[in-house]
């Protein structure tokens, strides 16, 4: 038996002996209808899928999803809500995209038009076919960031029902299976969303395939898109199995301490390579005891945003200093500023255009007026960031949020449960309050991304509302345990 094939055993007699080990007894499956109950919850909790419209199958933990949406991005945010619960495995979204009454040439120009006026995308290099609200997209990219990204851009059109992508990834140099394994190695490590030490890489001839075992389908997504690094010509993952009990479990136990501040510098300047709104920029990163500071200039507030957020979500990162300044090549008038916002506000399916009232000063955007939800309002505030000219946005939008009385115990309960299936935050680490409707959270989680992850369990819980205590513990890993028993250091410790 090979190195690989021994330690792929291992994996598999520990992950079984662990249920036994840790609580006693095999770790039990996660009931199907609570699964159901969990995913309907958070869509009933969502303030843009219409729970009504989707209908809900759990089975085995394999969750199939029924019914008609508003858009494609109602179907893919109602496809996120369920792999957002632990014990789903998969997901087989079945849900229809109701039809708009545009014609194939209308469509087609408006899709030609949001992506010429993304900043980050390459328009030019891409071709745009339309039928029935089918969208094909065609042409050539350099990386599989800048493929997804297009079709993220196209998902967002009113009257796309479907994308079928293809587009080709044509890259800039060939790289050995060796350089491509190192790399996808180091993403995993360092995003601080996945825990790495249950998953094995190999790539053969450009392929790559995971294996092993994570805690979520939420973990196992951003596995596979962490995967596709330069050089990679397909990702597999039908061997990455999902276990509940992993969430808790593999905390890269026994190998935490601090991060040399240039290794963590360096990880960020990598993250920022795999992220097409940020990379032909090159901020400058400095980092200190932990904490980052970005420096520089962009020509757009989409990629000072972006950079921040890839750099939040790098293991051993504790706080970001922002400090990047937004130069667009030309700040048009302030009327022609205004008109920008104004379409692509108008041009999005989760927007009131209507209900919001622009006013450009200088390069900033103002957003005044009252929508519907805190959704809406913070859709309105990333449209218009990505507004060629825009190097600010101030959104005094009112989301209106009227409470609907709840007892504090109640309350209390609901995000006890919203906190116990969300697969990024460790229950145990969080203490719930009530007083009058008002959620305090206190206690301690792992990362930035978790502290984010229990506040929005919260609100979907209902409450009037949500003051977020949470300590960040701020964990980070060091060198990875070698050999067959990597997998068993990496959840007991040494």
Not at 305 to 310: F, G, H, K, L
Not at 327 to 356: H, K
Not at 382 to 410: F, M, S, T
Request: glycine share 8%.
């Amino acid at each position: 038996m090979n190195g690989t094939l021994f330690s792929l055993a291992c994996l598999i007699v520990l992950a079984l002996l662990l249920g036994v080990v840790t609580t006693g007894r095999a770790a039990p499956a996660i009931d199907d209808g609570d699964v159901t109950r969990a995913i309907d919850a958070d869509l009933w909790a969502d303030e843009r899928v219409d729970a009504n419209a989707v209908h809900v199958v759990t089975r085995e933990g394999i969750v199939t999803l029924t019914g008609t949406v508003e858009t494609l991005l109602d179907r893919d945010r109602a496809e996120r809500i369920a792999e957002n619960i632990v014990g789903v495995r998969a997901v087989v979204n079945r849900l229809e995209v109701r039809r708009w009454s545009r014609n194939d040439r209308a469509l087609e120009e408006s899709v030609e038009q949001v992506l010429d006026r993304d900043p980050a995308v390459e328009a030019e290099r891409l071709g745009v076919e339309a039928s029935d609200g089918r969208v094909i997209l065609t042409g050539r990219v350099d990386s599989w960031a800048e493929r997804d990204l297009a079709r993220t851009v196209v998902e967002g059109v009113p009257g796309v029902r479907s994308i079928q992508d293809r587009i080709e990834i044509e890259y800039p140099e060939v790289r050995s299976d060796r350089e491509i394994e190192a790399d996808v190695r180091g993403r995993l490590a360092n995003d601080v969303r996945i825990d790495d030490f249950g998953i094995e890489v190999e790539v053969e001839e450009g392929r790559v395939v995971l294996e092993g075992v994570v805690g979520s389908l939420a973990e196992k997504r951003l596995a596979w898109r962490d995967a596709w690094v330069e050089g990679v010509r397909s990702v597999v993952d039908r061997d990455l199995e999902i276990e509940w009990w992993a969430r808790d479990e593999m905390r890269r136990k026994g190998l935490l301490e601090p991060r040399p501040d240039e290794e963590l510098a360096e990880a960020v300047r990598d993250a920022f390579l795999y992220d097409p709104r940020v990379q032909t920029f090159r901020p400058g990163v400095h980092v200190s005891n932990g904490k980052v500071t970005l420096a520089g200039v962009v020509d757009n507030l989409a990629a000072k945003r972006a950079a921040e957020r890839d750099a939040r979500n790098v293991v051993g990162v504790s706080a970001v200093r922002n400090h990047l300044k937004v130069q667009p090549e030309e700040i048009p008038d302030d009327e022609t500023l205004e008109r920008r916002v104004e379409q692509a506000l108008a041009e999005d399916p989760f927007v009131e255009a209507e209900a919001v009232t622009v006013e450009a000063d200088a390069g900033t955007a103002f957003l005044e007026g009252r929508v519907k939800s805190s959704f809406e309002r913070a859709r309105a505030a990333i449209r218009a960031a990505r507004v060629e000219g825009v190097v600010q946005v101030v959104n005094d939008l009112d989301a209106r949020h009227e409470w609907e009385w709840k007892p504090d115990w109640e309350l209390r309960s609901e995000v006890e449960d919203q906190l116990l299936w969300s697969p990024f935050v460790d229950a145990e680490g969080v203490t719930v309050r009530v007083d009058a409707g008002v959620v305090t959270l206190r206690g301690e989680v792992a990362t930035w991304g978790a502290r984010t992850e229990a506040e929005e369990n919260a609100w979907e819980a209902g409450p009037r509302d949500v003051r977020n205590q949470l300590t960040v513990e701020h964990l980070v890993h060091g060198p990875r345990a070698q050999g067959p028993l990597a997998f068993y250091y990496g959840l007991w410790g040494r």
